[in-house]
Every structure is written in C-alpha cells, then in structure tokens.
C-alpha cells in the first residue's frame, strides 16, 4: 500500500474559508496517488476498481457479543483494505458502490433477512469533520440492493468518542460504553442489521449492540466489509 502524507495535510484545512482552492493548490504541488498502487491523479484508479471487483467474497463469520450473527465480506488485508482507507480517508465516496455490492451479496449467501439496516452512526463532530458517514453511505447502497429499509435515526451516537487507533481491546470497550442510544419506538421487536466499514476488535459493534438490545430489538447482527485478522 502506498500511502501519500501530503494529501492526508488537506484534512487539516477542511475548515478554511477556501478549502477548494486549498485542495486545488495542493493537488497541483502533490498530486493524488492511488492508495492501493500508487499511480498518480486519483486517490483510487481504474486499475485497482476492477481488480477490488474481481476480488471473490470471503465470508468470515464470528461470535460477537450481543449478536445473533456476525460476518465480514473479507479479511481487512490487501486491496480490501486499501479500498475501505480510500473510502473512507481519502475522500472516494465512490467506493462505497463496489463496497455495499459485497455487503449485499453477503447477505444474500447467508440467506439472511431483516426489518432494517441500522450504519454505526458517527458523532455530529465526527460527521462535520468529514462531511459524509461511511457506514452509511455503505448502508444507503446495500439498503437499495436489498429493498431492506436503511434507518439512519434509531441509533444515535451521543457521546464523542477519542479515535480507537492504538489501543487494545479493553481500552476501545471503554472508550465507546455507553457511546449509544437506541429509539425504542423503531426498534422494538425488530430485526436488526448494523453495517460497518471494518471489525478490528468488535468493540464498536458490541455498544451498538448493548444499545439496540436495552430498546429491545428482537435481533442484531452485524456485517462489515473487512475483518481485521484475529
Ligand atoms: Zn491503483
């Protein structure tokens, strides 16, 4: 994976008065690579969107408190990585087609049906910082493949959370408990799909769970695009 630390700077003028021309200028002293391979002008290229579209699902499933269910389309490893840091980091809403395409064909091998599709939301903060939330934005996709309703307002985040890179597993339970709230009205009773981009340690999805579960959804599973290798 090639990474490019120039582009990752722009971030840091999202709320300057004129961050398209700040993107502009900086595109023109460092142009964008592919995070994948490198290749210059675009943060993701033609030729890694047909090799991500050839890459076959590895559906990986596993025991995650609080869930009836839980799968990944694939290892969080290689060009499925790299696709979910281009989505996500590098401005390439794009991908979430291609991404949300894997989620629903996993959800069509695993013969699984639900009520709705639930994204993990972000904080408002978090939303404002990057201007769209990924999961749902994946959600949005798989909701129009699969006719399964998205809901982006039964499940809020309403505590701001510190970024979970670097801490082990104990640390991220901490650093989300409690993170959640779940609208009792919608989700009574229902069953549930929560939609992520990547599982590393599972602690994330396990508050979303705890939440859902105290409003009483009937209940929860959880699919992400990569899992991180345990
Ligand atoms: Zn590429």
Redesign the pocket.
């Known amino acids: 994976m090639v990474s490019n630390p120039a582009r990752q700077k722009t971030g840091l003028f999202a709320s300057s008065p004129l961050p398209q021309l700040t993107t502009l200028v900086m595109d023109l002293v460092f142009p964008p690579t592919?995070?994948?391979?490198?290749?210059v002008d675009v943060p993701?290229?033609?030729?890694?969107?047909a090799e991500l579209d050839m890459l076959p699902l590895d559906i990986h499933l596993a025991d995650l408190a609080g869930f009836t269910a839980s799968a990944a389309t694939g290892l969080h490893e290689g060009i499925l990585q790299s696709a979910v840091q281009a989505f996500k980091y590098y401005q390439a809403p794009a991908l979430a087609l291609p991404l949300g395409r894997r989620l629903s064909a996993s959800i069509a091998a695993q013969h699984w049906t639900f009520d709705m599709l639930i994204p993990v939301p972000l904080h408002p903060k978090r939303l404002a910082e990057r201007g769209y939330n990924q999961s749902q934005k994946l959600c949005e996709v798989v909701a129009d493949m699969t006719k399964i309703p998205c809901i982006t307002n039964a499940l809020m985040r309403h505590r701001d959370t510190p970024h979970q890179v670097g801490l082990d597993r104990q640390q991220r339970l901490e650093n989300v408990a409690d993170a959640f709230t779940a609208d009792t009205q919608q989700i009574a009773d229902k069953t549930l799909l929560i939609i992520d981009d990547v599982r590393t340690t599972g602690a994330t999805l396990s508050a979303c769970a705890a939440a859902a579960l105290a409003a009483g959804a009937r209940s929860i599973t959880a699919l992400t695009v990569g899992v991180a290798r345990g």
């Open positions: 592919c995070v994948h391979c490198g290749r993701w290229c033609a030729v890694c969107s």
